[in-house]
């Protein structure tokens, strides 16, 4: 199930972000670190925190925050 939720987030990452003109404001990326997540906590851990993170990517947040 892990390799599937990477493969999802590659697409999103290659197909629908770069249509929406805006940058992630933290380092790594919302997906990357979704992605990382995913690898180092498995399917279920790792999309809640970047369900997370994603909550956090709004002006007046940022910065570097690796899962």
Same mark, same amino acid.
């Given at each position: 199930?892990?390799?599937?939720?990477? +493969?999802?987030?590659?697409?999103? =990452?290659?197909?629908?972000?770069?249509?929406?003109? $805006?940058?992630?404001?933290?380092?790594?990326?919302?997906?990357?670190?979704?992605?990382?997540?995913? +690898?180092?906590?498995?399917?279920? =851990?790792?999309?809640?925190?970047?369900?997370?993170? $994603?909550?956090?990517?709004?002006?007046?947040?940022?910065?570097?925050?690796?899962?």
């Amino acid at each position: 199930m892990s390799n599937a939720g990477i +493969k999802i987030i590659q697409w999103y =990452k290659n197909k629908i972000s770069p249509k929406t003109g $805006i940058e992630c404001l933290f380092v790594p990326s919302c997906s990357e670190y979704t992605k990382l997540a995913v +690898k180092k906590y498995g399917f279920f =851990k790792g999309v809640f925190m970047g369900l997370g993170r $994603i909550k956090r990517c709004r002006p007046g947040n940022g910065g570097v925050d690796y899962p």
